[in-house]
């Protein structure tokens, strides 16, 4: 039997876990994977094979420099791609305003190419004894804020589009928290 192709594109700002998530989804239980992690540069892909597929990840560099060089481009990128997977990192307060814009340059870019394929958006790095620590103890509400007051705003009800938490220390455990 043939194997069928699957693309798959994550983006995210930088440090947001997206390579973790990556080796999460290739199931790579080594710690050592994680602990020798360094940040992805460009865009660099990642090739493994699951039931029928060969799975082709598109990882995707957030470093400032690399934003713009994403959306410009984001045609080429694109083509023949099944999902797009959108990472936040739900400890980094003070970067929400910066990853809601680069989504919505995302979801505009969606658009501007007419993509009709998943967009999942994992709200990561939303690990076990979070709330434990006082810094956290309002991560449920900053998190709901988060995806009531902004997301939702964000993506147009045409899109097909789930919302994820996601953490590493559950590997690699994604807790669906809204379909449409």
């Known amino acids: 039997m043939e194997r069928k192709d699957n693309k798959i594109l994550i983006l995210g700002l930088d440090n947001c876990g997206k390579t973790t998530i990556l080796l999460s989804l290739k199931e790579d239980t080594n710690l050592l994977s994680y602990l020798s992690l360094k940040p992805t540069r460009g865009v660099s892909i990642e090739k493994f ?3 029928d597929f060969n799975i082709y990840v598109w990882d995707f560099g957030g470093q400032k420099e690399y934003l ?3 959306i410009t481009n984001f045609n080429k990128y694109v083509k023949g ?3 797009i997977i959108y990472v936040i990192d739900v400890q980094d307060y003070n970067r929400y305003d910066q990853a809601l814009k680069f989504l919505e340059e995302v979801i505009k870019s969606m658009e501007k190419e007419e993509l009709k394929v998943e967009l999942s958006i994992f709200l990561h ?3 076990p004894y979070l709330k434990n620590n006082v ?3 309002d991560i449920d509400k900053k ?4 995806i009531n007051n902004q997301i939702f705003d964000l993506i147009p009800a045409k899109f097909n589009y789930k919302i994820y938490r996601s953490s590493v220390y559950t590997l690699f455990e994604k807790n669906l928290i809204f379909s449409n």
Do not use: A, C, P, T
């Open 125 to 127: 790095k939303y690990d």
């Open 135 to 137: 810094e956290f103890k």
């Open 81 to 83: 791609v099944d999902e």
């Open 49 to 51: 094979e699951e039931n």
């Open 143 to 146: 998190v709901n804020s988060l």
């Open 68 to 70: 713009s060089d994403h």
